[in-house]
């Protein structure tokens, strides 16, 4: 079967929804009866989370028409499902749906778990510049090698700036690239930071440190 959950974007903070749409398509009825179900039973709903909706203007041979589609999350979703009629093509898609989701959730628990230890690869990399002597290194020094140090392994990985990253994953002006990053690039984000930590505990210049995770990862930037 097709894709019938989604999430908006890679933020590992999304919850994942279906539409009303797809619960139409594959339980076999028309869009408007689910929309129906919805609006009648839009109280009940809401206490799993506001009802959320996208007007679509469409070009048809009558003009044009304005069609409103839900996006119910799990919760929802499960209780307009329940709302209708147990045919054979909504158990179908019951049992389709329930694999679905909890997938999608087995796989955004993963990533909020690579985030977590990610924090934690994080904190070594700070720590390890919080702990170079203050009688050597000054606190704008200490700044900028984080800042630098950061930059660096962003390029390292992906070629690419913060600011052309957080444009590919489309991440808000406020939020964390880190929350967008894929768990494999996670990974290896964490893997660089530990890298840096060690060689910035041996007290080594910055020029020392890129050329180190250059050569470590043999990629020239």
Known sequence: MDNLVFINSNNLHEEPFTTSKIIAKYGQVQHHTVTRLIQNYEKDLNEFGRVR?????????????????????????????????NTEPV???????????????????????????????????????????DSKYSKVYKHRLYINITRLIYKILFNKTVTQLKKQFSVPEKGNLRDYIPKTEL???????????????????????????????????
């Open 53 to 85: 909706f996208k007007i679509y203007t469409l070009q048809t041979k009558g003009g044009i028409q304005k069609s409103k589609i839900y996006k119910l999350n799990e919760q929802q979703t499960t209780l307009v499902i329940t709302y209708m009629k």
């Open 187 to 221: 990974a290896k984000t964490k893997a660089l930071e530990n890298q840096a930590a060690t060689l910035i505990n041996a007290r080594l210049s910055y020029k020392k440190i890129k050329e180190a995770l250059l050569n470590i990862n043999s990629i020239t930037v």
């Open 91 to 133: 158990r179908r898609f019951k049992k389709a749906l329930v694999k679905q989701f909890y997938s999608m959730r087995e796989e955004l628990i993963k990533r909020r778990v690579e985030r977590h230890q990610g924090i934690e690869e994080r904190n070594a990399l700070t720590d390890a510049i919080k702990n170079l002597p």
